[in-house]
T-cell receptor, first 117, second 115 residues
Framework: AQKITQTQPGMFVQEKEAVTLDCTYD???????LFWYKQPSSGEMIFLIY??????QNATEGRYSLNFQKARKSANLVISASQLGDSAMYFC??????????????FGSGTKLNVKP | NAGVTQTPKFQVLKTGQSMTLQCAQD?????MYWYRQDPGMGLRLIYY???????DKGEVPNGYNVSRLNKREFSLRLESAAPSQTSVYFC??????????????FGDGTRLSIL
């Protein structure tokens, strides 16, 4: 089974509107972390936001928020007030770990977001 | 503030040639990783090193070897390059102990073409 599933290969959003990028995950660990990365056309990987499995509040970082639904094993990224510079590939990732060692990272296949002017 | 540094940034090889991709991090992280990213796809883990002196296979290790030279450096070697290994290679590092809330930090990638 896939550890991270991103079902939207590509999405379009109008500038200044909000957009939700979907991510579901699969783990039997109690302790894990969920991450979103942005990869612009220049190729670098940029860390956006983190959510811990024990965090009760949804994570927020500026215009980014993570809609964490633990029972459904989903960790959707919400980008508010989209900007042209948000056009990029977005990856959801999960790290698992036990005993205080979190070595394993898993990435989804990504969602390509295009922001229209 | 170098973070994760990969060399070279670009490389063209002929089938059968060998080469080593270098990676160094200056954040004192325990764990280091090598990924490949094929066009339009996500990252696939080749090998990782949880700590100095240890290495483990990831999802796609065939055709590659790695060396964790010290805490800072983690190299990836292609012994006999094949066209199927044409890809963008990313090195990453992370703190792996504690709460697990540390993200991976990535290098800028190496674009490798094998003819």
């Amino acid at each position: 089974a896939q550890k991270i599933t991103q079902t939207q290969p590509g999405m379009f959003v109008q500038e200044k509107e909000a957009v939700t990028l979907d991510c579901t995950y699969d783990t039997s660990d109690q302790s894990y972390g969920l991450f979103w990365y942005k990869q612009p056309s220049s190729g670098e990987m940029i860390f956006l936001i983190y959510q811990g499995s024990y965090d009760e509040q949804n994570a927020t970082e500026g215009r980014y928020s993570l809609n964490f639904q633990k029972a459904r094993k989903s960790a959707n990224l919400v980008i508010s007030a989209s900007q042209l510079g948000d056009s990029a590939m977005y990856f959801c990732a999960m790290r698992e770990g036990q005993g205080g060692n979190f070595n394993k990272f898993y990435f989804g296949s990504g969602t390509k977001l295009n922001v229209k002017p | 503030n170098a973070g994760v540094t990969q060399t070279p940034k670009f490389q063209v090889l002929k089938t059968g040639q060998s080469m080593t991709l270098q990676c160094a991090q200056d954040m004192n992280h325990n764990s280091m990783y090598w990924y490949r990213q094929d066009p339009g796809m996500g990252l696939r883990l080749i090998y990782y090193s949880a700590s100095e002196g240890t290495t483990d296979k990831g999802e796609v290790p065939n055709g590659y070897n790695v060396s964790r030279l010290n805490k800072r450096e983690f190299s990836l070697r292609l012994e006999s390059a094949a066209p199927s290994q044409t890809s963008v290679y990313f090195c990453a590092s992370s703190e792996s102990r504690g709460k697990g809330n540390q993200p991976q930090h990535f290098g800028d990638g190496t674009r490798l073409s094998i003819l």
